[in-house]
């Protein structure tokens, strides 16, 4: 399973951004997708998730802010960000689960200003 994330970028705090990562390869088998975020300094954590059933998972720090979504036909799963914070800054990793076997994509960045 390969996966690319696309659209981060810099935003002002109180914009959006939206995130798309597209998976290819064995897609057939992908359960869950999420979006995981890394800051400089910190280690990774859980922003969302998402079941191939449509089950979704939310951090508390983005609930009600952040909401992912999934196009099982387009094999892509979208993350929508609004109320961005300065807090919000980091890398953001596309994440895929196969059977027990979890797959990352290399990564986009968000950066909020203040």
């Known amino acids: 399973v390969q996966l690319v994330e696309s659209g981060g970028g810099l935003v002002q705090a109180g914009g959006s951004l939206r995130l798309s990562c597209a998976a290819s390869?064995?897609?057939?088998?992908?359960?869950?997708m999420g979006w995981y975020r890394q800051a400089p300094g910190k280690q990774r954590e859980l922003v969302a998730t998402v079941t191939s059933g449509g089950t979704t998972n939310y951090a508390d720090s983005v609930a009600g802010r952040f909401t992912i979504s999934r196009d099982n036909a387009e094999n892509t799963v979208y993350l929508q960000m609004n109320s961005l914070k300065p807090e919000d800054t980091a890398l953001y990793y596309c994440?895929?689960?196969?059977?027990?076997?979890?797959?990352w994509g290399q990564g986009t960045q968000v950066t909020v200003s203040s």
């Open positions: 994440n895929a689960k196969v059977l027990v076997t979890y797959y």
């Open positions: 390869g064995s897609i057939f088998s992908i359960n869950t």
